[in-house]
């Protein structure tokens, strides 16, 4: 006879992975917003009340977080938030040139045109008037310019290694459209580095796209620095709970 409580006990394990794939997103939404700084103390019992859950899945968030060395955990004091790493950062921006330069003279190579260029046209040649603003929606678009010229020029394992170098840098390279000069010039930036790829100009866009990730790196540290330095002057005394 089958188990009548088999379906329960499947829909359980999803129920629990939802929950800790929610408790993640909020963590990590709140640390990539500096509700918490580093060497700021997370215990598990007072996030899983604050959110509404149990430990299993505040503590399951909390590896995952481990693992892309957002927080640490020491046996005796417990989790906390890890400094950010600016060297090992600067390491990752200069993968990213590395790979992204290598996707462009692949493209370069190519004797067609991908049907994306028109797509990334339709998003950064456009007029000033157009241009997104919200910081957001522009850090989501930026990566999907990056991510599409490496995916594009067809190699399955530099594009894997891409959007892990993208998930790790992830926490501060948002905080580059906080500010509207920095998504101004994004879009001019990108406009260029776009019409030298389409023109097959491999040295050129090369150049421009090394300027601008270097440029990038530069802001973004001079950014989260300041950031840092408000969330600890203002405390924010409750941060927000799950969606």
């Not at 859950?53 to 060395?69: H, N, W």
């Not at 590395?98 to 990334?120: K, N």
């Not at 040295?203 to 300041?226: F, M, P, Y």
Request: with cysteine; aromatic share 6%.
């Amino acid at each position: 006879m089958i188990p009548t409580f088999a379906p329960a006990t499947a829909s359980a394990g999803s129920l629990r992975v939802n929950l800790a794939e929610t408790v993640y997103a909020a963590l990590k939404r709140e640390l990539h917003e500096f509700a918490w700084v580093p060497g700021d103390r997370l215990s598990e019992a007072e996030l899983g009340q604050r959110l509404g859950v149990s430990r299993t899945p505040v503590r399951e968030a909390l590896l995952r977080l481990r693992s892309e060395g957002l927080v640490e955990v020491e046996a005796k004091t417990g989790w906390f938030v890890r400094p950010i790493d600016f060297d090992r950062l600067d390491q990752l921006y200069d993968l990213r040139v590395v790979l992204e330069c290598a996707s462009v003279a692949r493209l370069g190579a190519r004797l067609d045109d991908p049907p994306e260029f028109a797509a990334l046209g339709a998003a950064w040649l456009v007029p000033a008037a157009e241009r997104l603003r919200d910081a957001r929606a522009v850090g989501e678009l930026d990566e999907a310019f990056h991510a599409w010229l490496v995916r594009a020029a067809g190699n399955d394992e530099i594009a894997r290694v891409h959007q892990d170098v993208t998930e790790r840098i992830r926490i501060v390279r948002r905080l580059d459209f906080t500010r509207p000069d920095r998504i101004d010039a994004t879009y001019d930036e990108h406009a260029k580095i776009l019409r030298e790829v389409i023109r097959r100009k491999v040295d050129e866009a090369q150049r421009l796209l090394r300027s601008h990730i270097e440029q990038s790196k530069v802001e973004v540290r001079k950014i989260s620095l300041h950031a840092m330095h408000e969330a600890r002057r203002l405390r924010r005394t409750d941060p927000p709970g799950l969606p």
